[in-house]
């Protein structure tokens, strides 16, 4: 519920852009935070709607017959779109779901170790502390700095924290806290040279960045769909360098164990189906790549530099309004910005689940923008997303809001 304070501070709504009308975003908010779990066109919507409906009306002939009908059209367009061969590409439920499979499908002995960084994604890292808890291997963690000058501050800690035992590294191509682009291919190559596998966390990076799989260098890629190429919620995908395949198990296993399909991977096989699901999300990922490459004359090309240049923007007006200074060059940038928040709101204990502040900007304003904070220093930020959905002067917006609170 959106109440009426915001008249009595003067500050008003910005009106919408005309791109919003393709959202189901609730009138009289201010999303700014696409990044946490998207949000989905309404023509996609639609299309995903006459898939369930044609499920529920056949719900056999859907699910088995026909299933890999629908969903190879899907599967071919997404590894298009990442410039991958459809055979090393398959769907999985969301980028936990696949670091979960890769982790979980490798073979560590005692006193391995798993590289990640201090700035992965929570859920992720759980993954790593718990597999490495069962094969008594240790997690490492790289420290990467925040507020960050250079691409050299983020490689060289990663680097540092290789050794010989180290078997994976999982690296995030763009990170959830502090909306960093990692400079992964720099990263990937030494890793390599170093020969440590890579497990690349690119949860945001699809729709989000220009993607070409197999030239990166990883062994291992899993990407959202849900997110920036705004699928329905539930598609993600996970491709895999081909001599990697014959190991790797899903997260859940099923019939794919033992149950070939002529013209499909055994690596696919055992992909495709986690047990009984609707699948419709995975298969509308055709839909939601080509409506959404079709919504600016420029193409996907277009999306990403105009989302880019919105966040470098929006993050430019909210630091000049409240003084601060941007912790980032702006090309380390996709389109998310993460903005330390000013020192008024720095050193206020968490006490909830979602900090006050943030419920606040939402109750009062109508803006929808996460807060975080940093682990080890509590120092606290908000990170803005920038969508096509999103004018400018929300951004404007936020900060009169913040410096009304
Ligand atoms: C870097 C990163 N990795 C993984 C995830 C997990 O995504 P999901 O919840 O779709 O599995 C997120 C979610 O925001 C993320 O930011």
């Known amino acids: 519920m959106i109440n009426p304070p915001v008249k009595e501070?003067?500050?008003?709504?910005?009106?919408?852009?005309?791109?919003?009308?393709?959202?189901?975003?609730?009138?009289?908010?201010?999303?700014?935070?696409?990044?946490?779990?998207?949000?989905?066109?309404?023509?996609?919507?639609?299309?995903?709607?006459?898939?369930?409906?044609?499920?529920?009306?056949?719900?056999?002939?859907?699910?088995?017959?026909?299933?890999?009908?629908?969903?190879?059209?899907?599967?071919?367009?997404?590894?298009?779109?990442?410039?991958?061969?459809?055979?090393?590409?398959?769907?999985?439920?969301?980028?936990?779901?696949?670091?979960?499979?890769?982790?979980?499908?490798?073979?560590?002995?005692?006193?391995?170790?798993?590289?990640?960084?201090?700035?992965?994604?929570?859920?992720?890292?759980?993954?790593?502390?718990?597999?490495?808890?069962?094969?008594?291997?240790?997690?490492?963690?790289?420290?990467?700095?925040?507020?960050?000058c250079s691409e050299d501050d983020l490689v060289e800690p990663i680097l540092r924290a290789v050794n010989r035992r180290t078997r994976l590294a999982l690296i995030d191509h763009v990170t959830s806290n502090t909306a960093l682009v990692l400079p992964l291919e720099r990263i990937l190559r030494e890793l390599e040279a170093r020969g440590v596998e890579a497990l690349v966390d690119g949860a945001h990076a699809p729709g989000m960045l220009p993607l070409n799989l197999p030239k990166l260098g990883a062994a291992y890629y899993t990407g959202n769909l849900h997110k920036w190429v705004c699928a329905p919620k539930g598609a993600a995908f996970l491709w895999v360098r081909q001599d990697k395949q014959a190991r790797l198990q899903p997260a859940v296993v099923s019939h794919g164990n033992n149950t070939h399909r002529p013209g499909f991977s055994h690596f696919q096989d055992r992909f495709d189906w986690a047990g009984t699901f609707d699948p419709t999300a995975w298969m509308c990922a055709r839909e939601a790549v080509r409506w959404m490459g079709r919504l600016l004359p420029g193409g996907w090309p277009e999306i990403l530099r105009r989302n880019h240049q919105l966040a470098v923007h929006g993050r430019q007006l909210i630091c000049d309004k409240l003084g601060l200074t941007p912790p980032c060059p702006p090309g380390m940038l996709g389109a998310m910005a993460t903005i330390p928040l000013p020192a008024r709101f720095q050193g206020i204990a968490k006490t909830a689940r979602i900090d006050r502040e943030q419920l606040l900007l939402y109750d009062r304003f109508g803006i929808e923008v996460p807060f975080m904070r940093f682990k080890r220093t509590d120092g606290r930020c908000l990170r803005i997303s920038a969508q096509i959905y999103n004018p400018a002067a929300e951004y404007e917006y936020l900060a009169a809001a913040m410096q009304a609170l």
């Open 9 to 148: 501070l003067k500050l008003t709504r910005p009106p919408p852009s005309p791109f919003r009308r393709h959202w189901l975003l609730a009138p009289g908010t201010v999303f700014l935070n696409h990044g946490s779990f998207g949000a989905c066109p309404k023509p996609v919507l639609e299309a995903q709607a006459e898939l369930r409906q044609q499920m529920e009306a056949e719900p056999v002939q859907f699910l088995w017959r026909r299933y890999e009908q629908r969903l190879e059209p899907a599967r071919a367009a997404v590894a298009h779109f990442v410039g991958a061969k459809p055979r090393d590409l398959v769907f999985v439920t969301n980028a936990t779901t696949a670091v979960n499979a890769v982790v979980r499908s490798l073979a560590l002995r005692p006193g391995d170790e798993l590289l990640t960084t201090s700035q992965d994604y929570n859920a992720c890292r759980n993954v790593l502390v718990e597999i490495a808890r069962r094969a008594c291997a240790r997690v490492r963690i790289a420290r990467l700095p925040f507020p960050v």
